[in-house]
């Protein structure tokens, strides 16, 4: 079985997880801080919890063979050749502030390297989905097929990342190096900024600190629409870790020498 075979499975992952998730979205629901005031602000609703709940009964109920990795309930099964890694909510900053900037990352390892993914946004009911070697997008006006943007230089380029306080020290000036260097930036997009690499509305996405859940679903999806996806030191981004999501590889290039110094 290879990873297309689960399309249709992944499409139906995504309409139970948005069904559990949508009763609650622009509510006022309060939620509850997993870093218990130890560090940053790291909030988690019922809607996390629910929507991982119903993918994972699902997997469990389908594939029974299969691991499974989320960000809510854990690990099991991780050395199975076939794991799914989800995010239940995948900016949940902006999903408790009523901001559509979320989405649910469903993602597929085969033997540790990620083989197919798909960001759902129910609010928007738009579907980003790769396999690597394609990229679409599907929403109410039809369905179409991803092509990253041709941009080769940095001077040309929109830059995103979630927030620069995800940045400290070294780290701090590596990012500044390539802001410094490129048209635009844009701050708070999570997911939806690495999709959009993918359509070709942006260029490159720097990021640190990702857990698996948080990238592997994406890596299928930006580079089936002809990018880049790596970690700073130009490595497999399947762990999470220091990633750089870029357009190509020319300008992935540029970005990894700025970080690089």
């Known amino acids: 079985m290879t990873a297309v075979d689960f399309a249709a499975f992944v499409d139906e992952l995504a309409t139970v997880s948005g069904t559990a998730i949508m009763p609650f979205f622009r509510t006022g629901l309060v939620p509850s801080d997993k870093s218990r005031g130890e560090a940053t602000f790291d909030p988690v609703t019922e809607a996390d919890r629910a929507s991982e709940a119903v993918m994972r009964q699902l997997i469990k109920r389908t594939f029974p063979s299969h691991g499974i990795i989320g960000e809510e309930y854990g690990d099991e099964r991780t050395d199975a050749e076939f ?60 369905e179409r097929l991803l092509r990253t943007r041709a941009c080769d230089d940095l001077a040309s380029a929109t830059l995103s990342t979630t927030s620069p306080r995800l940045f400290a020290g070294a780290d701090l000036e590596a990012f500044e190096r390539v802001e410094r260097e490129v048209r635009l930036t844009r701050f708070g997009c999570d997911c939806y900024a690495y999709c959009m690499v993918a359509a070709g509305q942006m260029d490159v996405v720097i990021e640190t600190d990702l857990k698996p859940y948080d990238i592997v679903a994406l890596v299928p999806i930006v580079e089936g629409a002809g990018g880049v996806v790596t970690t700073w030191t130009g490595g497999s981004p399947a762990q999470g870790g220091a990633i750089v999501a870029s357009a190509n590889r020319k300008l992935h290039d540029q970005v990894l020498a700025r970080l690089a110094g």
Not at 117 to 138: I, L, N, S, V
């Open 83 to 142: 794991v799914w890694v989800l995010d239940p909510i995948d900016g949940t900053r902006a999903f408790i502030s009523g901001l559509p900037l979320w989405g649910t990352l469903i993602g597929l390892t085969r033997l540790g390297k990620p083989c197919y993914g798909m960001m759902h946004q129910p609010f928007t009911r738009e579907r980003f989905f790769g396999d690597g070697g394609a990229a679409h997008w599907r929403g109410v006006g039809g």
